[in-house]
């Protein structure tokens, strides 16, 4: 992918759709971050992209990483890549100036970590969960550690991890049994084992922070008896702690990242945050990661989109409707269906995922209540959202760009095969697809019966709806309303139409975030093809959805009699 290319895009997003400097400048840390100076850091970043991590994607994928009595060696040119990463200060783009950081708004991370997903996913892989690593140890982490592991994650000097999966603890992870044992000297002993945890060992960084969750001795079952430990891979005198890689995994893409079986072996560590509190301070590490997610869906339909187009361009096949000769493949009106169909995601997930990462910032920063509690509703509702929705469709639309090929998208030559193959995994990783639908649903939601995503819906700000507009999100209103009264009676309906209740979201949210582009761009063909295309193909999705959903929630309600009677 190159992130040159998508720069005049996003920077009409950033400035001319969401009006981006204007919010964050509204916020003291940011006051003096003027368009300017973001339009300067995002061409640098686009740059360093292209120049030092696009290049390495082919190796990573060919090579991959070689895993050899305990050390994994990364694809040739990753160490270097992400030394140059970290000494030009990349990673440290949002983090506080105090922490080593350079204090920016947390947009312009996430804009250069889309372009970082889309050049070269498994190389991203490593840097990813930095920042969230970061945020956890800075809120939660004791001064001692702080004082150890706070700056050199903020940088980026050291990598980190999160340790979460066990082989039978995935989704559930109050099954976790890794076990921290506390010493007199303040510090525990970590025991357990740990699978697919990314970056578990590699030779990029000279140390690596795990951040891992296990159980006190004396710890509930379930969930509420997990606690996060910090246990880095070299002790502060240079020693090597007890925490070994055993094996690294074969997998299906992604190949540039050592996905690693680790064991901890008496490890020494020390306690983050509070006993038996440690999924909710992970869950500072896992909000941000989520949104990155999504934002990966969209760097690698991009990069998918733009290999796509090129071919489409150049490619002559049979004659398109009208045509008097053979023509560019381009022409015919699938393949503009497909490529079009494409960008509406891309260009309204950009609107959506820049948007919550400025409400990350409002919800952090802003001096009003009101507006914090708002940006917090937004974060929490639309978080799982385009954590699903963007690498759905990041995965589905590669394999859409992979068509545009033909048999020649099947083979190595062109690459997007192995696009198709690296972002597959997103789907699945930082809580499946599934668990996100259930997450919105069932946790956020209904709990409130559904009182917060009304006020979202009705609050929504810029452009006034369109009647269509206007429409569906009455619909989703109503359906959310009888879905919160039908779950009172018949409590697994949720679970099985939440996928259908999250998609219907997306697409009220997608079309929200069109409006701004429509309202915006005035009628540009750059961005009136798309936005038909959303009207075409896209959004009658919700149609769809909506029938299912009360065609459910129309079921619960016919079998209450028989149930009653039944009882
Ligand atoms: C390449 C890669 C990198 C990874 N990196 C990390 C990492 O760095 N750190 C880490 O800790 N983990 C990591 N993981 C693990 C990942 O987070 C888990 O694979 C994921 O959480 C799912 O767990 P599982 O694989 O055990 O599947 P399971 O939990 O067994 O789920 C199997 C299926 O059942 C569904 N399911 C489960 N429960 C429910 C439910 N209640 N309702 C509906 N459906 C349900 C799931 O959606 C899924 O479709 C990584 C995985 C991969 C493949």
């Excluded at 970061?134 to 940088?155: F, G, M, P, R, W």
């Excluded at 590669?398 to 192995?418: D, K, M, N, P």
């Excluded at 009888?482 to 079309?511: F, G, K, M, N």
């Amino acid at each position: 992918m190159q992130a040159q290319q998508a720069l005049t895009d996003i920077q009409f997003l950033l400035t001319e759709v969401l009006q981006a400097p204007a919010q964050w400048q509204a916020l003291a840390p940011f006051a003096d971050t003027d368009g300017e100076l973001a339009a300067q850091v995002l061409d640098e970043a686009a740059k360093f992209v292209d120049n030092a991590v696009a290049p390495l994607q082919r190796v990573g994928d060919e090579v991959g990483c070689r895993f050899d009595a305990g050390a994994v060696i990364t694809p040739p040119g990753f160490r270097d890549a992400y030394q140059a990463f970290w000494q030009g200060g990349w990673p440290a783009l949002a983090c506080a100036p105090e922490d080593g950081g350079q204090g920016l708004p947390a947009v312009l991370e996430c804009v250069l970590f889309e372009w970082l997903a889309g050049a070269n996913h498994g190389w991203t892989m490593a840097p990813g969960l930095l920042h969230g690593a970061y945020e956890c140890i800075k809120h939660h982490a004791s001064d001692d550690l702080k004082a150890q592991y706070l700056e050199k994650v903020a940088t980026g000097e050291w990598l980190a991890t999160m340790c979460l999966t066990e082989a039978h603890a995935g989704s559930d992870l109050g099954l976790v049994r890794t076990r921290g044992v506390p010493q007199p000297d303040g510090s525990a002993r970590v025991n357990g084992s740990k699978i697919f945890i990314s970056g578990g060992e590699h030779d990029l960084t000279d140390n690596i922070v795990h951040l891992v969750l296990a159980r006190l001795p004396d710890a509930p079952a379930g969930t509420k008896g997990l606690s996060l430990f910090l246990v880095p891979k070299v002790l502060q005198d240079g020693t090597r702690n007890a925490v070994v890689c055993e094996r690294i995994e074969e997998k299906m893409g992604l190949h540039g990242s050592p996905t690693c079986v680790m064991r901890f072996d008496d490890a020494t560590g020390w306690l983050v945050g509070e006993p038996n509190k440690g999924l909710a301070a992970m869950f500072v590490m896992m909000n941000a990661a989520r949104l990155h997610v999504g934002l990966q869906g969209i760097g690698l339909l991009e990069a998918a989109w733009q290999k796509a187009s090129a071919y489409a361009a150049e490619r002559r096949q049979m004659r398109a409707p009208g045509a008097k000769d053979t023509s560019l493949i381009q022409d015919h009106p699938a393949i503009r269906r497909a490529l079009q169909t494409q960008r509406a995601w891309i260009d309204g997930g950009r609107v959506l995922a820049y948007h919550t990462a400025l409400q990350l910032d409002v919800a952090k920063h802003s001096t009003d209540a009101g507006e914090r509690a708002a940006a917090q509703r937004w974060c929490a509702l639309v978080t799982p959202v385009l954590k699903a929705a963007l690498t759905t469709e990041g995965f589905q639309g590669a394999s859409a760009c992979l068509q545009v090929f033909g048999g020649h998208g099947y083979v190595r030559e062109w690459g997007i095969e192995q696009i198709v193959r690296d972002v597959r995994v997103a789907m699945i990783y930082e809580g499946t697809n599934e668990i996100q639908a259930i997450d919105l649903l069932v946790r956020k939601v209904l709990a409130d019966g559904g009182q917060s995503l009304a006020t979202l819906l009705t609050t929504l700000p810029g452009a006034a709806p369109s009647p269509a507009a206007s429409a569906r999100r009455h619909a989703l209103v109503e359906i959310t309303q009888t879905l919160a009264i039908a779950a009172q009676s018949d409590p697994e309906l949720p679970y099985w139409v939440a996928d259908d209740y999250l998609r219907a979201v997306a697409l009220v949210l997608l079309d929200w975030a069109w409006g701004q582009i429509s309202a915006a761009s005035q009628e540009e063909p750059r961005w009136t093809a798309p936005a038909q295309a959303l009207t075409q193909w896209v959004l009658p999705e919700f149609d769809m959805r909506a029938a299912i959903l009360r065609q459910r929630i129309a079921q619960a309600f016919e079998s209450l009699p028989k149930k009653a009677a039944t009882a």
